[in-house]
Nanobody, 115 residues
Framework: VQLQASGGGLVQAGGSLRLSCTAS????????RGWYRQAPGKERELVAI???????NYEDSVKGRFTISRDIRKNTVSLEMNSLKPEDTAVYFC??????????WGQGTLVTVSS
């Protein structure tokens, strides 16, 4: 099973993008889905996470601007990003965490925010 992330691109500051992460098949035992990002020269950081019970959590700098959501039928998790800032520029990755300890990762999608 692979995760496919899409939706990245170049946008001006203040603009919006919507990232999607779709699994090629069913992943059993998933208990959380998340979005991470990695800027040049920096470590990968958690941006947003949604747990099976629907609870979400966000990195402080994106609270109020980003929204994570899921479509269980389509096996997709999305990240709506509004009011984008140049410091949001990074490669964004999605993951799926399982209750047996394995983590599935998607390939990254590049988000570039110009000032």
């Amino acid at each position: 099973v692979q995760l496919q992330a899409s939706g990245g691109g170049l946008v001006q500051a203040g603009g919006s993008l919507r990232l999607s992460c779709t699994a090629s098949g069913k992943i059993g035992g998933v208990n959380a889905r998340g979005w991470y990002r990695q800027a040049p020269g920096k470590e990968r950081e958690l941006v947003a996470i949604i747990i099976n019970n629907g609870i979400t959590n966000y990195e402080d700098s994106v609270k109020g601007r980003f929204t994570i959501s899921r479509d269980i039928r389509k096996n997709t998790v999305s990240l709506e990003m509004n009011s984008l800032k140049p410091e949001d520029t990074a490669v964004y990755f999605c993951d799926a965490k399982t209750n047996y300890g394995r983590v599935f990762w998607g390939q990254g999608t590049l988000v570039t925010v110009s000032s």
